[in-house]
């Protein structure tokens, strides 16, 4: 399934009209029908222009004689307040004036305003309707919202692959967001065949018009290798290309190769600067990995603390990575007030999201009674889980479950890997 951004669709915009004298033929029109063409070229050129005012002099009288195209532009206007006073169901009623005369960008956007319920009441079979038909007639923007609608299931039977359909045609018509889309459904295998190096060729046709995710999703694949040829230069700038624009993702990864060294010269502090850039945006790699310097004091000044609120932040989104390093500070009191109840809930959080060293940390805690009750069936519950996950340390901690407890706390376990993120 297409993630939606936002669910919003795409409407047509007004196009940045040129003088049309050169290429009507008057000499085929009527007195009347040439001076209403006339009127219609100076109106679209004003509002080219931004000479609001002056375009709805000359839109407004011939979209209320029925002229489709100034009906369409004028309900522009009322939608973004342009030259009046924003006005959705005014725009409602000109698009759909225009629609019904066949103008496909009115049809496009009628859809979009059924879609979102702006101006009007929301309907997906509206929306449907009226994107379909804007498409058959070749309306590009309608190609995209045509696969958005199918890919949820809105309108129309849900289909993955009728979505890649018609995100393709719309792909085909320089649609940024429909490249991205494109080459995500390569990646990941949805509604196509997977496919590394088309993923890899849609990324970079978006990306290199200035899609900020896609370049970051380029730069994953030339990592990793994946329908490229690995190269960390290559990752290290498609990643600096997409982090300057802002997106997360890039910029956490882009961190990455600065701390280890790969494609760019190791820099721990450019690591940081990074890390912060995406942990800043709520990115959970970032968070993590900002947290995980400042624990280790890589590039900054070893601070518990600031650790702490970073894997906090990222525990909250469900990391069990950075669950179970806040269930470490917890027990162990560091950065934080030692609270073992705390620290065993955390790890509850992580072991159920079935990660191994959460379940061997929370089997332990209920071994020793440790902020639970001690019940050594469900540490041996607990371990068993781990085992299963292939964690060695988890045979050993079975073979102990019977033998006098040691005096001493056992150190929690935990890790120390940057993370590096490639899902969309």
Same mark, same amino acid.
């Given at each position: 399934?297409?993630?939606?951004?936002?669910?919003?669709?795409?409407?047509?915009?007004?196009?940045?009209?040129?003088?049309?004298?050169?290429?009507?033929?008057?000499?085929?029109?009527?007195?009347?029908?040439?001076?209403?063409?006339?009127?219609?070229?100076?109106?679209?050129?004003?509002?080219?222009?931004?000479?609001?005012?002056?375009?709805?002099?000359?839109?407004?009288?011939?979209?209320?004689?029925?002229?489709?195209?100034?009906? +369409?532009?004028?309900?522009?206007? @009322?939608? $973004?307040?342009?030259?009046?006073?924003?006005?959705?169901?005014?725009? +409602?009623?000109?698009?759909?004036?225009?629609?019904?005369?066949?103008?496909?960008?009115?049809?496009?956007?009628?859809?979009?305003?059924? $879609?979102?319920?702006?101006?009007?009441?929301?309907?997906?079979?509206?929306?449907?309707?009226?994107?379909? %038909? =804007?498409?058959?007639?070749?309306?590009?923007?309608?190609?995209?919202?045509?696969?958005?609608?199918?890919?949820?299931?809105?309108? +129309?039977?849900?289909?993955?692959?009728?979505?890649?359909?018609?995100?393709?045609? =719309?792909?085909?018509?320089?649609?940024?967001?429909?490249?991205? &889309?494109?080459?995500?459904? *390569?990646?990941?295998?949805?509604?196509?065949?997977?496919?590394?190096?088309?993923?890899?060729?849609?990324?970079?046709?978006?990306?290199?018009?200035?899609?900020?995710?896609?370049?970051?999703?380029?730069?994953?694949?030339?990592?990793?290798?994946?329908?490229?040829?690995?190269?960390?230069?290559?990752?290290?700038?498609?990643?600096?290309?997409?982090?300057?624009?802002?997106? /997360?993702?890039?910029?956490?990864?882009?961190?990455?190769?600065?701390?280890?060294?790969?494609?760019?010269?190791?820099?721990?502090?450019?690591?940081?600067?990074?890390?912060?850039?995406?942990?800043?945006?709520?990115?959970?790699?970032?968070?993590?990995?900002?947290?995980?310097?400042?624990?280790?004091? &890589?590039?900054?000044?070893?601070? /518990?603390?600031?650790?702490? %609120?970073?894997?906090?932040?990222?525990?909250?989104?469900?990391?069990?990575?950075?669950?179970?390093?806040?269930?470490?500070?917890?027990?162990?009191?560091?950065?934080?007030? %030692?609270?073992?109840?705390?620290?065993?809930?955390?790890? &509850? %959080?992580? =072991?159920?999201?079935? *990660?191994?060293?959460?379940?061997?940390?929370?089997?332990?805690? @209920?071994?020793?009674?440790?902020?639970?009750?001690?019940?050594?069936?469900?540490?041996?519950?607990?371990? &068993?889980?781990?085992?299963?996950?292939?964690?060695?340390?988890?045979?050993?901690?079975?073979?102990?479950?019977?033998?006098?407890?040691?005096?001493?706390?056992?150190?929690?376990?935990?890790?120390?890997?940057?993370?590096?993120?490639?899902?969309?």
């Amino acid at each position: 399934m297409l993630p939606m951004l936002g669910k919003i669709p795409r409407k047509t915009m007004i196009k940045q009209w040129v003088l049309l004298l050169a290429v009507l033929c008057w000499a085929g029109l009527g007195a009347g029908a040439a001076l209403a063409a006339r009127e219609l070229d100076h109106g679209l050129v004003a509002l080219a222009e931004k000479h609001y005012d002056k375009a709805l002099k000359q839109l407004q009288p011939l979209a209320d004689q029925g002229d489709p195209v100034a009906q +369409f532009h004028l309900a522009w206007m @009322y939608e $973004h307040g342009q030259g009046v006073k924003k006005d959705l169901r005014a725009a +409602f009623v000109w698009y759909q004036k225009a629609a019904l005369q066949g103008n496909a960008d009115a049809m496009n956007n009628l859809g979009a305003l059924y $879609h979102t319920g702006e101006g009007t009441k929301q309907s997906f079979k509206l929306a449907a309707h009226w994107y379909q %038909k =804007a498409a058959e007639l070749g309306q590009p923007q309608a190609f995209f919202n045509m696969a958005m609608m199918i890919s949820e299931g809105q309108g +129309f039977r849900q289909s993955a692959k009728v979505a890649a359909q018609w995100l393709d045609r =719309a792909a085909r018509t320089d649609n940024l967001e429909a490249q991205y &889309r494109l080459g995500l459904m *390569y990646e990941q295998g949805d509604g196509v065949a997977q496919n590394f190096e088309t993923a890899a060729q849609w990324y970079e046709a978006a990306a290199t018009r200035g899609h900020a995710r896609a370049s970051a999703n380029l730069g994953a694949l030339y990592q990793m290798g994946r329908g490229l040829t690995r190269s960390y230069a290559e990752a290290a700038k498609w990643y600096a290309i997409g982090a300057d624009k802002g997106d /997360p993702m890039a910029q956490n990864n882009l961190g990455a190769l600065y701390q280890q060294g790969r494609g760019v010269e190791k820099d721990q502090a450019q690591a940081v600067e990074w890390f912060r850039k995406s942990a800043e945006q709520h990115f959970l790699g970032g968070e993590y990995n900002l947290g995980l310097v400042y624990y280790q004091g &890589r590039g900054v000044e070893k601070d /518990p603390r600031e650790a702490f %609120k970073w894997f906090e932040r990222a525990a909250n989104q469900g990391d069990p990575v950075a669950q179970n390093n806040v269930a470490i500070q917890y027990q162990k009191g560091v950065g934080v007030t %030692k609270n073992l109840k705390k620290a065993a809930e955390w790890y &509850r %959080k992580a =072991a159920e999201q079935n *990660y191994g060293l959460a379940q061997i940390n929370l089997g332990t805690m @209920y071994r020793r009674g440790l902020g639970v009750p001690r019940d050594l069936e469900k540490s041996a519950y607990w371990y &068993r889980k781990a085992e299963a996950n292939g964690m060695p340390q988890a045979k050993q901690a079975l073979e102990m479950l019977n033998q006098p407890m040691p005096p001493e706390e056992e150190t929690p376990q935990g890790e120390d890997t940057p993370v590096e993120e490639s899902a969309p």
